[in-house]
């Protein structure tokens, strides 16, 4: 998959690869010699963002998203460090990184120290950033107690935990033992790293303790002795799994010893430590993929407005290209792609500002033209030329904005159309009652009380329409969804709280049957029978010159089947 170049606006670019069958997923910045960063279980490669900025005037810096935490596929099975030793490894083999400055933090640390004694010809140097040092009784009883199982719940009770899971581990060490001996001489982490932290917990699932009790289950003493690249151990007062009197090794003739304390200037202070003229390669290489058929692939393409995230399941014939629902990814589309991918390629966005996509450039108010104008930048990018369209509720209005302002689209298919009162239809939804109802945001809190206010705000989708009407007239009669997979799509939403209500606003804000008239290609409207919207869609469909109107089936078989039909009618 060919991933744009430029840089997201923060500096970092974002990339995935593949190395012995199994997706993973970096950051890039800076120039210079290589030096890779990994973070600790489960935290993704963005919590080491300011290190990797500090360090990208002289160093290629490359943070990787360890197996089965952010955007890295799992290793499966019951992992050990040598397990994720050998995968980081891999991965730099994947990137043509034969040789690197390598640094890791907490649990990160100990995945380090194992790459650099089982493949030291890799390693020109390694710095231990509060490395684990553990009695064995200490971690076996880490083991044990830290990781929790937090199994979804409609209540909202797990969000709850994980938050408290999150922030305790900035108040006591260990956090499951609060206590005034246990607590920790330090700043208590902000909000915002807060929510970084419980949406990585929440997109690793029920596996986020893997790294963490394969790193529990090891002793680093052995390894540390059997080192033979130099190496640096940072040491901090603030370090959550080292105990106090903790155990400090002699250095020897490759090692040093210095302690940090936490502060604003770390990533300054920890960039000294890095050697410039260590003997590390100096570039590294975007590696060529070949999936397996029928597999899908995840990659970034660079639009004007920053970075866009794309899945696509490889194949000959003319493409599809599917737009997701709000405020959700294209992750939710992943089924429905693999039905309708027999006979073509297909590809699927995260519209901008849902999933792993940028928002778009600038202060806003946005309008799906923007979104749409992004989608177009997409596919400029991937040289696209005749296509076939999809698009699902918000998604659904985006891909009818690239219809109309796009050549070369030969059918279109809008699922979930929403038309809207103006002041002239009072059988539709007024649309000032939802553009100032609809969109509540969610300003991290310090005790997470805005994740569990958007877990039951999603909920409410689910029981009433639309979901600030809370009375016997707005109750959905509709078989209720499971809980797998109301969880799973507030993972999406839970990625962006910041950012998911720009394209749901613009969706709010546009004026669909007005632009339902103006489609010039063969369009079919559809939707599920306990779609809300359904009862206006066949006015919808009408209103589309060429268009045509279809109730969805109740099995995501029969819809592909419908869909492929549709498609494939000359």
Same mark, same amino acid.
């Given at each position: 998959?060919t ?7 923060s500096?970092?670019?974002r990339?995935?690869a ?9 950051l890039?910045?800076?120039s ?26 002289e160093?290629t810096v ?7 935490c952010g955007?890295?596929?799992?290793l499966?099975?019951s992992?050990?460090?040598g397990?994720?030793a050998?995968?980081?490894a ?7 990184i034969?040789r690197c400055?390598?640094y ?6 100990q ?8 493949h ?6 390694v710095?231990l950033?509060?490395?684990p040092?553990?009695?064995?009784s ?5 083991a ?6 937090f199994?979804?719940s409609?209540d909202?009770?797990h ?14 060490r260990?956090?499951?033992?609060p206590a ?5 001489d330090a ?6 790293v807060l929510?970084?932290r419980?949406?990585?917990? *929440? ?6 303790g ?9 002793s680093p003493?052995?390894s ?12 901090s007062?603030?370090?959550p ?5 903790g ?10 010893l210095i302690d ?18 260590g ?7 975007t ?5 397996d058929?029928g597999?899908?692939?995840r $990659?970034?393409?660079?639009?004007t407005?920053?970075q866009?995230?794309?899945r696509?399941?490889?194949g000959s ?9 709000s405020?959700?990814s ?10 309708l991918?027999?006979?073509r390629p ?5 519209t901008?500002g ?7 450039v600038g ?6 033209g ?18 076939d369209l999809? $698009? ?5 209005? &985006? ?6 302002t ?5 059918r279109? &298919?809008l699922?979930g ?10 059988d ?8 100032a ?8 809190t ?20 639309p979901?600030f009407?809370r009375?016997?007239d707005? &109750?959905?009669w509709?078989?209720?969804m ?10 999406e ?6 950012t998911?209500?720009?394209p749901?606003r613009?969706a ?6 007005d ?5 010039e290609?063969?369009t *079919? ?27 969805l089936?109740?099995? &995501?078989t $029969? ?7 549709f498609?494939?009618?000359r």
């Amino acid at each position: 998959m060919t991933e744009g170049g430029a840089s997201h606006p923060s500096g970092l670019s974002r990339h995935f690869a593949s190395a012995a069958g199994r997706e993973f997923h970096y950051l890039r910045t800076g120039s210079g010699p290589v030096a890779v960063l990994l973070p600790a279980f489960p935290w993704s490669a963005g919590s080491l963002s300011p290190l990797a900025e500090a360090l990208a005037a002289e160093f290629t810096v490359v943070v990787m998203d360890l197996p089965g935490c952010g955007n890295s596929h799992s290793l499966g099975g019951s992992p050990t460090l040598g397990d994720y030793a050998g995968a980081v490894a891999g991965n730099l083999g994947a990137l043509g990184i034969d040789r690197c400055h390598l640094y890791g933090t907490g649990t990160g640390a100990q995945v380090a120290l194992e790459v650099a004694v089982r493949h030291p010809e890799r390693v020109a140097d390694v710095v231990l950033d509060q490395l684990p040092l553990l009695e064995d009784s200490q971690r076996s009883e880490l083991a044990e107690r830290f990781c929790p199982r937090f199994d979804p719940s409609w209540d909202g009770a797990h969000i709850a935990a994980i938050w408290w899971w999150c922030r305790e581990q900035s108040l006591f060490r260990p956090w499951y033992r609060p206590a005034a001996e246990t607590r920790l001489d330090a700043d208590e982490s902000p909000p915002d790293v807060l929510q970084r932290r419980a949406a990585d917990v *929440l997109r690793a699932g029920d596996r986020y303790g893997d790294g963490l009790r394969a790193a529990f289950a090891h002793s680093p003493a052995n390894s540390l002795s059997r080192l033979e690249v130099p190496w640096t151990l940072v040491t901090s007062p603030a370090d959550p799994l080292t105990p106090p009197g903790g155990r400090i090794p002699a250095p020897g003739p490759h090692g040093t010893l210095i302690d940090l304390p936490p502060g604003p200037d770390r990533s300054l202070q920890l960039r000294e430590l890095f050697d410039a003229n260590g003997g590390a390669d100096r570039s590294l290489q975007t590696p060529a993929r070949t999936p397996d058929a029928g597999a899908i692939e995840r $990659g970034y393409l660079t639009t004007t407005s920053g970075q866009l995230l794309m899945r696509r399941i490889a194949g000959s014939g003319r493409p599809l290209v599917m737009l997701h629902a709000s405020p959700t990814s294209s992750a939710l589309l992943e089924p429905l792609m693999q039905k309708l991918a027999t006979g073509r390629p297909v590809i699927a966005f995260d519209t901008a500002g849902n999933g792993d996509s940028d928002p778009p450039v600038g202060e806003g108010p946005f309008n799906i033209g923007d979104f749409a104008a992004i989608v177009n930048d997409a596919l400029d990018v991937l040289e696209m030329g005749e296509i076939d369209l999809y $698009g699902t509720h918000t998604g659904a209005l &985006i891909a009818t904005e690239v219809a109309l302002t796009r050549r070369g689209i030969h059918r279109l &298919i809008l699922e979930g159309v929403t038309l809207f009162d103006d002041g002239d239809r009072p059988d539709l939804l007024p649309r000032p009652e939802l553009l100032a109802n609809y969109l509540p945001t969610f300003e991290p809190t310090w005790d997470g009380t805005h994740l569990a206010a958007a877990w039951h705000f999603r909920r409410a989708f689910t029981t009433y329409w639309p979901w600030f009407r809370r009375t016997r007239d707005g &109750i959905r009669w509709v078989p209720m969804m499971e809980l797998a997979a109301f969880h799973r799509a507030f993972v999406e939403v839970a990625k962006r709280l910041d950012t998911y209500h720009l394209p749901y606003r613009a969706a709010l804000a546009y004026p669909t049957a007005d632009r339902l008239g103006r489609i010039e290609v063969p369009t *079919l409207i559809a939707a599920h029978p306990d779609d809300p919207l359904q009862a206006h869609s066949p006015e919808a469909a009408g209103l589309v010159p060429d268009g045509r109107w279809d109730t969805l089936p109740d099995d &995501i078989t $029969g819809v592909a089947h419908l869909y492929e039909n549709f498609l494939s009618d000359r």
